[in-house]
């Protein structure tokens, strides 16, 4: 992938590069001028082994890749020895350690993180007890309810499982209905972060999917499958929804997230595209459309979108397609790649 953002899946040296990106994060978000330096230096390190096509086994031969000196090839080493980096424990600071641990709440970004902590939080239970004043709203007070539940990965055959049972209750609804999971289990991945499911209803007989996510969701929480919501539409008659949410297998089961997606029936393979992913994926089509001239999002790939000088759009533009993912890679001249290739 020449020129490209992504990530190729078979870099000989990807657990290398994951643990520098790790540590490049760490001096990322300090002040400081060495850090700014050591961030410079990591990333000439990391472009480096993104392009090195063999396997690093030894310090003469990280030394010679290009922009790598002794210090850098010796934290090389020390990853390919011990698949660990201790520089990476010696960085994280009680602050950082603590953000990361809020920003696993559900609905908490790194600034409400960053503030609790300024405010004198230091662990999950000092927010549970509202220490400095924490305010939760009501998707954080379920996110920290089912902390363990959220951050713990769902294994392929579980989300296999809660994926059929809901597909089942959907075409009982409407058996025309079109219905996908997407996200990392589209892409093959052994254990997933959450599931995401796409629905939508071809129009050739004149209806459409309006009021089903509604219907649907009745139906799961009265079956105790979808058991929270963390976010609803604002509007349930709309086509395009966006719904988030906590479901289970059954009783004694963790709580796993849930995302919900319809679409209009024409925007099927850009929603496809991009609720496949990856973000990496995502981001260098993005990229490869905007030199091009293009502008895609999740709706389909548009011409002629107008922009104002801060680069927010004023039209919609054209739409160019976006009713199959193959038709969209097809214009932007990617080669068709299956979901598992979509990959960082
Ligand atoms: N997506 C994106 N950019 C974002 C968030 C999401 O392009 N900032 C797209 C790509 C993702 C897809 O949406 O693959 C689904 O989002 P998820 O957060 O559910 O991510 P994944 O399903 O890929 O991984 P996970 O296993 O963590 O859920
Ligand atoms: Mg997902
Ligand atoms: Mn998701």
Request: hydrophobic share 35%.
């Amino acid at each position: 992938d020449k020129g490209g953002k992504r990530r190729q899946a078979t870099c000989p040296n990807q657990d290398v590069i994951d643990k520098l990106e790790e540590l490049k994060a760490l001096h990322d978000v300090k002040p400081g001028e060495d850090d700014r330096w050591r961030v410079y230096g990591l990333n000439k390190a990391i472009a480096a082994l993104r392009r090195c096509p063999t396997r690093i086994r030894t310090l003469e031969e990280a030394m010679k890749l290009n922009g790598v000196g002794e210090k850098t090839a010796r934290k090389i080493i020390e990853i390919i020895q011990t698949g660990d980096l201790m520089r990476i424990q010696y960085e994280t600071t009680e602050d950082i350690k603590a953000v990361k641990e809020f920003t696993g709440i559900y609905g908490v970004g790194a600034n409400t993180a960053r503030t609790w902590f300024n405010n004198g939080c230091r662990t999950l239970e000092d927010i549970a007890a509202r220490k400095g004043g924490v305010k939760l709203s009501h998707a954080q007070e379920i996110g920290l309810r089912y902390y363990r539940d959220i951050n713990t990965r769902i294994p392929r055959a579980e989300v296999q499982e809660i994926y059929d049972k809901i597909k089942g209750e959907a075409l009982k609804l409407d058996p025309k209905l079109f219905i996908q999971v997407m996200g990392s289990f589209r892409r093959g991945k052994s254990t997933c972060g959450d599931i995401d499911i796409l629905i939508s209803r071809p129009v050739d007989d004149g209806k459409t999917h309006q009021g089903i996510l509604r219907r649907l969701l009745a139906e799961l929480h009265r079956q105790d499958i979808v058991t929270e919501d963390l976010c609803l539409p604002d509007n349930f008659e709309d086509l395009e929804l966006v719904y988030r949410g906590l479901c289970r297998k059954g009783p004694g089961s963790l709580r796993r997230r849930i995302d919900f997606l319809t679409v209009p029936w024409v925007s099927r393979g850009a929603a496809l595209l991009y609720y496949t992913g990856d973000d990496i994926f995502n981001r260098s089509l993005r990229l490869k459309a905007n030199k091009m001239g293009y502008s895609l999002n999740q709706r389909g790939l548009y011409a002629d979108v107008i922009r104002n000088k801060d680069r927010q759009k004023v039209t919609e533009g054209v739409l160019v397609a976006s009713e199959s993912e193959r038709e969209i890679l097809d214009i932007l001249g990617v080669p068709w790649q299956e979901p598992h290739e979509r990959v960082r």
